[in-house]
C-alpha cells in the first residue's frame, strides 16, 4: 500500500466520523427529495411506502448512479452496498457476494431479480451463478437492495437479501437515450432504449452490444456480445398490463488468479513474468486446445470463458377486484445455455523439483532415456530454462476445464392484496402464491496441462531424452498430463410450492407492525451419470491412462423438503424524516436440484438461519443516514474443501457442517455540505467467525487435529469503507472522488493465510455541454493498489497449502484504467 493510500486513510478515518456528527446536529428535520423515494422491493402490499419509512435495510441505486460509475457488471454495481463482500474481479459476470457474514459462494445467498421475479429461482447453481444469466445496461432505471430482513418472506433462496433491478417502463411521450462507451483497453460499446407510445400501447426497445479486449490482455477479444429487449404495456380502467422479452447472446473472460509473491518491502507482486496488474495466464497458447475423453477429441474454447445465449419471456398483469382486493400477478419462462469455461492454475513448483521428480525413474520408464527436460509445445526445440527461464523458473498445474449448464424455468408469482381497518388501526396485507418449475442439465470435463508462468503463459511438454539430449519419448501430450481429471454428467427438475403472508399493521402515525410468513417446498429429481478411470491406451504418454468418463449407468435421486421461515418488525416514525426499527427473522434455504447434479447420493440439510437487527434512518435536504446493527446465526453450513492432488491429478473434496456468526454494523448516508459538495458514504463492520469446528485435515500432509472455533470467516474483512466526496465544478460539470477502504481476510479456516487489506481509489467526472448531451470519464484504481479479492480454494480450504509458501495463486483487483461515455438524451 503507497505511502499516499495511507495518509488518505488516516484523514478519513480521522475527519469523517467528527464532521458526520457534527453536521448531523446542525440539521433540523427538513425535507429532501429522496424522503418522497418509494421501495417496493422486500414488501407487499397496496399502500405506498417511502425508503425512510421501512423496517429493514435497504439500498437504492439510481440510472445517474450507474451512469457516473460505470459498472462492468452486477457486482460492481453493488459494490457501494454495505454489509456485502463483493468479488467481482473474475470478470463481468461469475462473482462472488458474501451478505452479512453468510459465508456462501457465488450469489447462493442473495436473490436477483428483474422487475421483482427471479433473474434465477436458485441464484447459487454449481458454476452458474445468477450474474452469469443478466447483463447490465441502459434499459435498467434503478436498483434496490435489501440487506437480510423480510428478503426471504416474499423470494425463494434469498436469506442474505435480495438484489432488484427495476427496468425502464415505456412512457407516454417518445423519446429515448443512446449512449457510446470506448476505454483505454479498447472497449467500443453502444447502450440504446427508445419508447414510443401507439394509441393506448407503450412501446419499448433497447439493449447493448460491445467488444473489447478485457483489462488484463489476453491477447484476443476478452468480451463480445450484447442484449436486447422489448417491452410493450398499457393501462385500462382497473389495471394494467406489461410484456417484456429480453435475449442475451454474450461471452465474457473469466478471469482466474495469478501466480504472485512478496517484494522486500513484503507487498504483493507478480512473480517476474506476471504484471499483477493487467497480466492473465490466459494467452494464444491457450486459447484453443484439442483435448481427449472416451469417445476420441474435441476443441477447448478458452476465449469463450463466461458464455450464455438466455431468451426470457415476462407477462405482469394488475387488477382492481371487487371489494377494494388487488390481484397482481408476474409470469417468467426462460431457456438458457450457459457456459464457463477457464484456466485454473495451481501453486506454481519451480521446474527444478518438477523434473526430479520425473527424473526419478526415467530409465526404466523409457530405455534409452537418461534425463527429462522440458519443451514449449509450439516450439518443440526451445528447451526450458530450468534456472531462470520468464525470469522465474517455474512451472504449474494448468486446469482446463469446461462446466456447460442448460436450464430453462418456469417462474410464477401471485399476490392477492388489501388494506383495511380494524377498530381504527390499519392493515395492508397481502397473500402470495409462488411456484418455481425447474429444468437443469450439468456436464462438466477437465484436463491438467504443464504451463509455464507469465503473462499469457505457453504450454510445455515433459520430454525423456538420451545422453546427447535429443528426444526419446513425449511424456505428456502437447502439455497434457492428465485428461480427464474431472467428469461429470447429470441432469434434474425440480417444482417448487411457496404460500406466504404479510401485514403491515399500523397502529397509528408513528408506529407500525410489519409481520411476514413463508411454507416453501420443493420436489427435486434427476439422475447422475456414474463414471469411471479408463485407460485409452492411444498415446505414448500417460495422459490418457485414467481418463474420468461417463459408463452409461446412471444414478437416481428423488426427494423432496420443506420448511417454514417467519419474520416480525417494529417500525417507530417519531418523525417524518426519522424513524427507528427493529426486527427479527427465522429463515432458511432448501437443497435444490443443484445439490445432488453431481452426486446422486448427497446429503444436504436444510440451511437454517436466524437475523437480528435494529436501524436508525434519517433523511432531510441536507443530510442523511442509515444505520443498521445486525446478528447473524447460521446453522448447518456445509462447509467444503477441495484440493488439489499433484500427483494424480484428482481434485480431493471433503465437505463438513459447522455454524457461523456475525455481528455487524452498517451505515449509508449523504453530506450535503455546500450547493458544491457533498459526500457519500458507506462503511461496514463485522466480526465473523466460525462455531463449534474442530476438524481433522492434512497439515504438511499429515494428518492433524484443528479446532477453527472463533476463526473469522472465509474471505470476509472486517472493515470496509467507501467515502465520495463530489464537487460542483460548473453548472454542468460535476468530479467524484471515489475512496475504498477494504480490511485483510483470510483464504483458509485456520486463519494461517492472509489476504492483505487494501484500498482503491478512483474518479467520475460528468460534463453536459449542451442539453440532453453529457459526457462521462471514469479512472479506476489511479494508485494502481494490488488488492487482493480471493485466495487459491484448490490449496485447501481448511488449512491452506499456501501457508508461508514463496508462491501463492490469487486473485488481484485491475489496474489503473479509465472508460469514456457520450450519452444523448432525446
Known sequence: MSQLSHAIRRQLVIALPLFVAGFAQAQDAGTSANLEEVVVTGRAGVEEIRKVEVSYAVTTINAESLRMDAPLGVADALGSVPGFWVESTGG?????????????????????????????????????????????????????????????????????????????????????????ESSDYGLRRVDGWYNLPVGDWRLGFGGFYREDDGVRDAGYTANKGGQLRFAVGRSFDNGSVDFNVKRIDDRVIFYTGLPLTYDADGDVVGVPGIDEHFGTLSGPDTRRVTLRDADGTFPLDIDRGTDVELTQYTLRFEYQLPGDWKLSNGTRYRESESSRIGLFPNTPVTAAARLAAARANIG?????????????????????????????????????????????????????????????????VAIGVYLAKVDEAFDRYSANAIIDVRDNARLLDLVAVDAAGNPVRTLSDNGFIRYGSEFANGEGESFTKALYLSDEWSLNDQWRIDLGARYEQVDVEGKVEQSAARNLGILQSTADDAVLAGTGVYDRFDTDYDDFGWTAG???????????????????????????????????????????????????????????????????????DTRYNPTTGNYDQVNVFTDTETLGVELEGTVVATDWLDIGFSATWQDPEFGDFVQTTLVNGTPTTVDFTGNRLLRVPEVSYRVTPAFKLAEQVRFEVDYQYFGDRFTDAANVTKLPSYDVLSANLSWSPIERMTVYVRGENLLNEVGLTEGNPRAGTFVSGEANSPFFIARPIYGRNFRFSLTWDF
Do not use: C
Not at 435489501?146 to 411521450?173: E, L, Q
Not at 462446466?403 to 392493515?427: C, S, T, W, Y
Not at 440451511?607 to 447460521?634: N, P
Open 570 to 640: 417494529v417500525n417507530w416514525q417519531f418523525l417524518e424524516s426519522m424513524g427507528v426499527f427493529a426486527r427479527y427473522t427465522s429463515t432458511f434455504r432448501l437443497p435444490s436440484v443443484g445439490d445432488y447434479i453431481t452426486n446422486a447420493f448427497a446429503t444436504p440439510v436444510i440451511r437454517t438461519m436466524d437475523f437480528i437487527e435494529a436501524g436508525y434512518k434519517y433523511d432531510s435536504d441536507r443530510f442523511s443516514l442509515y444505520a443498521t446493527l445486525f446478528q447473524t446465526q447460521y446453522d448447518k453450513f456445509r462447509f467444503g
Open 364 to 428: 526404466t520408464l523409457v530405455p534409452g532415456a537418461v534425463d527429462v527436460q522440458l519443451r514449449y509445445v509450439n516450439a518443440p526445440n526451445e528447451v526450458f530454462n530450468v534456472a531462470n527461464q520468464n525470469g522465474n523458473g517455474l512451472t504449474s498445474d494448468g486446469s482446463f476445464r469446461q462446466v456447460h449448464v442448460p436450464l430453462d424455468e418456469l417462474l410464477n408469482d401471485l399476490r392477492l392484496m388489501r388494506n383495511f381497518e380494524i377498530a381504527g388501526q390499519k392493515h395492508d
Open 92 to 180: 463481468e459476470a461469475s462473482a462472488n457476494i458474501r451478505a452479512r457474514g453468510i459465508p456462501e459462494e457465488g450469489f447462493s445467498a442473495v436473490a436477483m431479480e428483474e422487475d421483482g421475479l427471479p433473474v434465477q429461482h436458485d441464484p447459487g447453481l454449481g458454476w452458474l451463478n445468477a450474474d452469469q444469466s443478466f447483463r447490465l445496461d441502459d434499459t435498467i432505471d434503478r436498483i434496490e437492495v435489501v440487506r437480510g430482513g423480510p428478503a426471504s418472506m416474499f423470494s425463494s433462496n434469498a436469506p442474505g437479501g435480495v438484489v432488484n433491478f427495476i427496468t425502464r417502463k415505456p412512457g407516454d411521450v417518445a423519446g429515448g437515450t443512446v449512449k457510446v
